[in-house]
């Protein structure tokens, strides 16, 4: 068995999916719906985690927790910040 060493943003999706689920914001049906809705393609293109983020957004804002402006806001701002914590200013 090969041993996976998580990166921070796949432990924060796991965290993620643990929170929304506590809070109401999605259930596992929900997920699984907008996995599947996903396509062929992103099984293929994409990774376990960056599918899981995917749909929990898709959920999340089906939800009405976030729009998708607000969410193209913090991705912009936190774009700003540069490519590492370390060059943020």
Do not use: C, P
């Amino acid at each position: 068995m090969d041993s996976h060493d998580f990166a921070l943003w796949e432990k924060r999706v796991d965290a993620l999916m643990i929170l929304g689920a506590a809070r109401g914001h999605f259930t596992v049906d929900g997920l699984r719906r907008a996995l599947e809705d996903m396509g062929e393609d992103a099984f293929e293109k994409m990774t376990y985690y960056e599918r899981w983020i995917a749909a929990i957004n898709q959920n999340l804002i089906e939800a009405g927790v976030y729009s998708l402006e607000e969410l193209g806001s913090k991705m912009a701002e936190v774009e700003a910040r540069g490519e590492t914590y370390g060059a943020a200013q």
